[in-house]
């Protein structure tokens, strides 16, 4: 069964380093999401691409973070200068239409 | 603006009873709402999903769940619950991007269900 992969699965960072959160979404699937959930709190939608360019984000989604699809099968989100507040777990789902697909998702950690 | 609301946080039931997981939304149009469930250490897995037509819906691992308008509710049922389905709940409705198409999803704050052998 097609999955979304997600790595790492936990990242530790230093406060005001960069990070890369890498996904591979199912592979015939046209829009791909970044959510986040920090500890004890709701899932959130952080951002939505397609066709290249980003369709919705949210006010989270500030310039301190940015998203790339470099090839045709990976989907990164980048944070420039990660801050303690960025410690959350980051999740990447993909769609063909209504239905998203989640990963694992990635545990970031910034000290 | 659209929102999910879970009001149980905790759920205790014993192996074998039945269970009711609640799910309140809000939502001005037809909404797409679906349950995800979270195990410890893993990604959301879909359970099931309702956008239109039946109201009561169908899902993965015995569990289902009914679409009430006139409640504005979406609540997963399952008849027998086994040790294996503790994990956390989440309900969760989809609103539409404008541009571009696809959605976004909006969560409750989940409901945790603890498994009594």
């Known amino acids: 069964e097609p999955e979304v992969t997600q790595t790492p699965s936990h990242q530790v960072t230093q406060m005001g380093q960069e990070v890369i959160l890498r996904c591979v979404p199912i592979?015939?699937?046209?829009?791909f999401y970044w959510y986040r959930q920090i500890l004890g709190q709701k899932v959130e939608f952080l951002v939505s691409f397609y066709n290249n360019e980003i369709s919705e984000k949210s006010e989270i989604f500030d310039d301190q973070f940015s998203v790339e699809r470099p090839d045709g099968s990976n989907f990164t989100l980048k944070i420039r200068s990660t801050k303690l507040e960025d410690s959350a777990m980051y999740f990447c789902?993909?769609?063909?239409?209504?239905?998203?697909?989640f990963g694992a998702g990635t545990r970031l950690s910034v000290l | 603006a659209q929102s999910v609301t879970q009001p149980d946080i905790h759920i205790t039931v014993s192996e074998g009873a039945s269970l009711e997981l609640r799910c309140n939304y809000s939502y001005g149009a037809t909404p797409y709402l679906f349950w995800y469930v979270q195990s410890p250490g893993q990604g959301l897995q879909l359970l099931l999903k309702?956008?239109?037509?039946?109201?009561l819906v169908q899902g993965i691992k015995g569990f289902e769940a009914e679409f009430k308008r006139s409640q504005s509710s979406f609540n997963l049922r399952k008849p027998s619950v086994h040790w294996s389905d503790a994990a956390e709940y989440f309900c969760?409705?989809?609103?539409?991007?404008?541009?571009?198409?696809?959605?976004?999803?909006?969560f409750g704050t989940g409901t945790q269900l603890k498994v009594e052998l």
């Open positions: 592979s015939n699937h046209l829009y």
């Open positions: 969760a409705v989809a609103t539409p991007i404008l541009t571009g198409g696809g959605n976004k999803l909006t």
């Open positions: 309702y956008f239109s037509g039946d109201t």
């Open positions: 789902a993909s769609s063909e239409g209504q239905t998203q697909y």
